[in-house]
């Protein structure tokens, strides 16, 4: 594979963080004046310190949606890092639509973007375009979306993630029913292929600790106003449902509003999801019926700032697996602290 050659990029000042359709053009080189006595270009001795700088790398960022808590904390923790080292980061939100995210791409490419993270909302729609920019040279790291043609996908087993919460969701049951037996609704998102061992980790996960529990519905919606819905209808269909599991925490505290709503968040109702979001994080310390979220052994941001490393490294040439596994861990009403803490450093 051809890697682009990067040379050694010098610190500058802090970079902005723009929310845009393409990445913007590239910085003027430096003027050079010609030598009337023999037609050499040369640049003046007050312009040769500026005209010797490398340029800055610049990485384009596509994300999910940014109404999504989680891609923010990434978009946050990658914004950090490059700012530290002197990295331009432009950050463009598809807002789940993914004709835009090939767009984001296209506009990344054509701008020259030295690296392009992807957050890939369908592996299927944005492999063609990914490879295109690999083809050029422009490394690009996939984030939970594992794409054949990317430089490498930076994931985490989707299946131990699921389970990791029905294990939690499971234990509840079992705790706090007759015999194990309650009626649970799991909020998928069938969209993303990965996504459906998440959800088959999450049921297995409720009925290897509460084997008596039964699925009373699956429902899809993996963002707030989505997730409520899904709980109204959840509950007017199934009104003995006392377990609500979303593969992600987005959905799963919309879904929470609709039980509290509702009236039903009594103290045996158990709400659990993923991504540990700032949100979901303070309401299980809270006490409340959202007692359940997974997350990394990192700080989502610093999930952000493991992307850029990424992608940086294959710039410089490092040969990258094809996959970088993050670390799953479930956080409870016993260790939230500790993911509240470490999220805050």
């Known amino acids: 594979m051809r890697m682009k050659k990067v040379g050694a990029f010098l610190l500058v000042a802090s970079v902005s963080l723009s929310v ?48 999504n808590e989680y891609f923010v904390d990434l978009s946050n923790g990658a914004q950090e890092y490059c700012d530290e080292m002197g990295y331009e980061l432009i950050v463009s939100d598809p807002a789940s639509d993914t004709s835009k995210q090939v767009s984001n791409i296209e506009n990344f490419i054509a701008a020259d973007c030295d690296a392009i993270l992807v957050a890939a909302l369908d592996a299927e729609s944005s492999e063609g375009i990914i490879g295109e920019a690999v083809e050029q040279g422009i490394p690009v790291i996939t984030e939970t979306t594992l794409v054949e043609t990317a430089t490498q996908g930076v994931i985490m087993d989707e299946y131990s993630f699921g389970h990791a919460l029905g294990v939690e969701a499971g234990k509840w049951i079992s705790e706090n029913f007759e015999n194990g037996e309650a009626e649970f609704a799991i909020l998928n998102q069938p969209t993303l292929v990965q996504v459906i061992d998440r959800e088959n980790g999450i049921k297995d996960g409720i009925l290897e600790n509460a ?25 007017e269909a199934h009104p003995d449902c006392k377990v609500i599991c979303g593969i992600n925490d987005a959905g799963a505290l919309g879904a929470m509003e609709a039980v509290i709503a509702a009236g039903k968040d009594t103290d045996d109702f158990f709400i659990g999801g993923g991504d540990a979001s700032t949100e979901a994080l303070q309401r299980i310390k ?35 697996e094809p996959v970088y596994y993050l670390n799953v861990l479930a956080a409870n009403g016993e260790n939230v602290q500790e993911f509240i803490d470490r999220a805050a450093k």
């Open 20 to 67: 845009i359709t393409g990445c913007g053009s590239k910085a003027d080189p430096a003027e050079s004046k010609s030598d009337e006595t023999n037609g050499v270009s040369v640049l003046a001795e007050s312009e040769e310190a500026e005209g010797t700088e490398e340029k800055k790398i610049k990485i384009g960022f596509s994300v999910m949606d940014l109404s």
């Open 211 to 235: 084997p008596n529990a039964t699925c009373c519905a699956t429902v899809a919606a993996w963002l707030n106003d989505s997730g409520m819905k899904a709980a109204e209808e959840i509950l």
């Open 286 to 320: 809270d006490g409340t019926i959202y007692r359940a979220s997974v997350g990394f052994d990192v700080a989502n941001k610093e999930v952000g700032k493991i992307l850029v490393q990424q992608a940086v490294k294959a710039l410089e040439g490092e040969e990258l």
